[in-house]
């Protein structure tokens, strides 16, 4: 791929990344309730284009945090090459769009309430009566799929794969860790949010020690043989990072049986390693609010029609973002982003009394093997034949592999700029 088709690649991410724009249904129902549960990626772009296209809605957006710490650009935080504050988004652009904002918990719902439509109930004991619920809760850690990694050892082997604290503990280990020291991160196998993000926090972590503590060692320790964007990040850390960084495939040390965080040691079925940094990044599901109310199905991950994102178990109720399986699309930001707005679409027409329109979806993911160095994968989705979301065919790609040091360069000011625009589009 050249550079010039790199830039209309960028162009085309970009430009979808704003409003999402079909036909707009023609009689929505006045009067109408949606309540969404999270104001993540998922939650807070599907209740914004709710009030774009459907202002007659009532939307009311329930979430616990004031400020939404993203994921995305919280590997830099954790190298030292962007603050906190920088990935931290409060919610009162989303109150300015009309959303009524509620700073609480769900904790349960009985969404078959008859006429009268459901009920959601908050931890601090309030009620949201709905016609329509989506829930958008992201994703929770399995603590219980590791020996000896319980939520007390993420405070001494932080996963930092939910950002906020955990993202500082990371960041403040690396910190404290002497030149010479081993740091090691354990990834998981497939499905879990983010398939290139491991990857991406292996780069910055190098660069990092690269530049500040040269003399010490990173080990990636996988729950895979392959892997996200393999070949380009392989040749970026060869050609940037050298011996510093070393992969281990499952297929060399075997799965991760346990961890002793007293220790720093980290135990696979052929092999012991102890780090003086452990970023242990465990198996995960769809978030607890989903389990709750009987979303998910077997290994903790919620079905839905890819077309309304209605959950195949509970009627009524629409499930966004990393808590679903969606056919081809990964667990991204980008991904989370196109199925909300695509989901409010499909709310505006079923509570106008139409049927969805079939929708097609969007991804990009950049990632930074250094702080000039991006790559990324992009592609296009809709729902194919199987019924399940599919990508399609000759619309996407991945970075050239050998591209010169500009393209790079330009790939990783299109990173910057691709956060700035999808976190203005929802929060901003
Ligand atoms: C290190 C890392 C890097 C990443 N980089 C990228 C990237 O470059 N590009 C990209 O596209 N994606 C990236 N991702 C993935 C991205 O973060 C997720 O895919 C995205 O956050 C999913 O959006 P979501 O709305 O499903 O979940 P979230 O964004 O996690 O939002 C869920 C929200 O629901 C709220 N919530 C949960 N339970 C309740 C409840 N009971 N009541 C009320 N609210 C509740 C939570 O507080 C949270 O705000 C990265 C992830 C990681 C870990």
Redesign the pocket.
Known sequence: MTATALTRRHLIGTALAAPFVLGRPAAAAAGARVAV????????SCARALRRIAPEIAVTL????AR?V??????LVIAGMAEIDSISHGLDGLRAAGIEVIE????GADPAGGAAGGTLALAGGGQVGFDRLVV????DLRFDAIAGYDEAASAIMPH????GAQTLILRDRLEAMPDGGTVAIAVPANPY??PP??Y??ASLIAHYLKTRKPRSKLLVIDGKDSFSKQGLFLDGWAELYGPLVEWIPVSQAGSLLGVDPAKGEIVTEFSRFVADVANIIPPQRA???AQTLGLAGEGGWCSVDPQSFESLLVPGVHV????IVAGAMP??????SSQ?KACAHALAALLGGQAPQAPSFI?T???LVGPEYGISVADVFRVGGSGKIEAVEGAGGTSPRGAAPEVRRDEARY?RG??AS?TADIWG
């Open positions: 549960v999270g104001a993540g990626f998922a939650g807070a329930i979430e616990p945090e939404i993203t994921c995305p650009f919280s590997n609480d918990r769900a904790v958008a809760p992201g994703i930092a794969w939910k950002a949010r983010c993000g491991p991406e926090r978030g607890a609010l966004l973002g990393d808590a667990k991204s930001g980008f991904a989370a909300g991804n993911c950049y990632s990173a691709w956060y999808i």
